[in-house]
């Protein structure tokens, strides 16, 4: 028999933060109002001290939720050990060839958005934990990013992640199996708030996934 699909989660990306202050209570917020697999932290340039103390505060906010945390941004990579966030999240097949040398197996090590299928085949193979398809906004219609992952999930063992433009796009980000639908913007900026689009977004999944009498 097949193997069943899978259920397909929500994953968050963070704004780029150069400061936490006025983030960290919506960041909290939405990470408990629903089930969030993990969240990857952009922080913004700055000094090593200050991004490190940043990165602490918001991993264990993520971690005490239950949310694998993963840091990105130019540089982030001497400071993921410290941090004790769980990996990191890279942009590009380069990138990702270093991270994964330096870091696997012992942290994850994600990336995308990946706009050709020879460079996410690329990734794939070289062990990244997952690729992602797409991008929050400005970038290719969703329309592509469904298209690509349509073709990846039903060839490819390595998780696909799908960036959802909007809320109600993770549904059919779960119609074609990706393992994650990753939210940004459309939970960041929600009018209700970041909490109340988490819980939405969680039930749009839960009802894709619902079994058909």
């Not at 990105?72 to 410290?82: L, R, T």
């Not at 590009?92 to 085949?121: N, Q």
């Not at 298209?147 to 909007?166: K, S």
């Not at 796009?169 to 009018?191: I, P, S, T």
């Amino acid at each position: 028999m097949p193997d069943d699909p899978p259920v397909t989660r929500l994953m968050l990306i963070t704004p780029e933060l150069g400061e936490i202050d006025a983030f960290e209570a919506s960041f909290e917020g939405a990470l408990a109002a629903g089930d969030v697999a993990a969240v990857v932290i952009r922080l913004a340039p700055a000094d090593d001290r200050t991004r490190l103390a940043r990165a602490k505060t918001l991993v264990e906010a993520a971690q005490a939720e239950g949310a694998a945390a993963l840091l990105a941004g130019d540089g982030v990579e001497d400071i993921v050990g410290k941090s004790g966030a769980d990996g990191l999240h890279v942009a590009d097949l380069a990138a990702a060839l270093d991270a994964i040398e330096r870091f696997k197996p012992e942290k994850i090590v994600g990336c995308g958005p990946l706009a050709s299928r020879d460079d996410a085949m690329a990734a794939g193979e070289a062990g990244v934990d997952y690729v992602l398809f797409g991008e929050d906004v400005g970038g290719r219609p969703f329309d592509a990013t469904l298209e690509r992952v349509a073709w990846w999930t039903p060839i490819f063992e390595t998780p696909c992640v799908g960036f959802a433009q909007e809320l109600d796009q993770v549904a059919a980000l779960a119609g074609e199996n990706a393992e994650f639908a990753l939210l940004g913007e459309a939970v960041w900026r929600h009018q209700s708030g970041p909490a109340v689009a988490v819980a939405e977004a969680g039930s749009m999944l839960s009802l894709a996934k619902a079994p058909t009498p």
